[in-house]
């Protein structure tokens, strides 16, 4: 027990950390230190003002560090997807690679190969033709088939359209909630705070390219955070977690925040009257510190929940039930279609069925395409490298504002 005329002891912040990858080599240890309230929370790094170690505003917009990012996010995205201009008639209608044919060239060659060989095989064998094998009477009920299969083949490709554009809105809240957690931490925590808010903003930028990395099945790549993350600290997280990078990312932004704002103190002049002492100290009032966690938690709750979202569309498909009586019937219909129509098109029942095989297979292609759209190897996959680098780029900005407010600019 203190004595009365015993001075106070100085304010401390007391982390228990479990993970000895990262909190061992910046406290020293990896279960738990006591450390001197003027030091940021850390024991080895000083203070980023003593030039000891540098800021991730120095780091982070460095020219080298954005040329490595931007190489590796360039061989990462093979240059997909690719612009183009919607106004532009011609090059999107000639366009053939970007249509995703290998998902139905083969049904597709199927289709037009039995017309070849049906038409050649009705003109050079005689009793083919004999009226008991006309079966042009049934083009009528061909047009109540290709009703319902229209009606099937919309309701498919409209499913896999939401899901793409649902993954599309998971990563604009990514970008939008990280954006305004960043910000919270900045503007509350920066000037009190500074490494701790800096660890917020560089396991963001983890935290979204973990997610990338996770949807594709990849390692964490380390020139991907450049400037952000020391490449030490990227094969831990590697060695570490062999996916769900941004679990782990989200989990390191938790403990930052809880390191900034959840302060133990003995220090009897912490929140007493001494309006003096407590703006030496700047302390934040501890109602506007619950708010700062609530709202800090409840940004990671939804970043978390959005790249849940993700995992749970590429695990998830449209149930094999629907897609095999869809394709099942679509080949049936379009097989069909030559020994229908051959006495009266005649060669012409040939082109006839490559085109509509190729509308109606390409409309079941253009859904599987978009149904699970994570691969950096398709153009109409979504550019999950250039969100990416949008992020990191705002993030720039940012500290390149609290940059220029702090040396007074």
């Keep these: 027990m203190r004595r009365k005329d015993e001075p106070p002891p100085a304010s401390v912040v007391v982390e228990v950390s479990h993970d000895a990858g990262f909190d061992a080599g910046r406290s020293g240890n990896g279960f738990g230190h006591v450390v001197p309230s003027d030091a940021h929370g850390t024991e080895s790094k000083s203070d980023a003002r003593d030039g000891t170690v540098p800021r991730l505003w120095h780091t982070l917009p460095g020219p080298d560090a954005v040329r490595r990012r931007a190489a590796a996010f360039a061989f990462s995205s093979n240059g997909l997807p690719r612009k183009y201009d919607y106004r532009d008639w011609t090059a999107t209608t000639f366009m053939l690679r970007d249509r995703a044919i290998g998902n139905f060239a083969y049904p597709w060659l199927l289709c037009v190969c039995v017309s070849a060989v049906w038409w050649a095989l009705y003109e050079h064998v005689e009793h083919l033709r004999h009226p008991r094998y006309d079966l042009s009477e049934f083009d009528r009920m061909y047009a109540l088939i ?160 959005v790249a849940g979202a993700m995992e749970r569309i590429k695990a998830t498909r449209l149930p094999i039930v629907y897609v095999a009586h869809l394709r099942t019937f679509l080949l049936v219909y379009i097989l069909s279609m030559p020994f229908v129509y051959v006495s009266l098109w005649g060669i012409g029942v040939v082109p006839a069925t490559a085109i509509i095989a190729f509308a109606l297979l390409g409309i079941e292609g253009a859904a599987t395409e978009c149904e699970n759209p994570f691969s950096a190897k398709r153009t109409n996959h979504l550019g999950m490298d250039g969100f990416c680098e949008n992020v990191i780029a705002d993030l720039g900005a940012m500290l390149a504002w609290w940059r220029d407010e702090s040396s007074g600019g």
């Design 146 to 305: 290709f009703t319902a299969l229209g009606f099937m083949l919309v309701f498919r490709l409209s499913r896999a359209a939401i899901r793409f554009w649902d993954c599309r809105t998971a990563w604009g809240t990514i970008a939008m909630r990280g954006r305004a957690l960043c910000d919270d931490c900045i503007v509350n925590l920066g000037a009190r705070r500074p490494e701790e808010t800096d660890d917020v903003i560089k396991w963001f930028c983890a935290f979204a390219v973990g997610v990338k990395c996770h949807l594709r099945v990849e390692a964490l790549c380390a020139e991907q955070l450049a400037g952000i993350l020391t490449r030490e600290e990227v094969d831990s997280t590697n060695a570490l977690m062999d996916c769900r990078f941004h679990l782990f990312a989200a989990n390191k932004m938790r403990r930052a925040v809880k390191r900034a704002l959840l302060e133990e103190t003995n220090d009897e002049t912490a929140f007493s009257g001494d309006e003096d002492e407590k703006r030496k100290r700047r302390f934040l009032h501890p109602q506007h510190s619950a708010t700062l966690m609530h709202s800090a938690r409840g940004h990671l709750d939804v970043l978390v929940d």
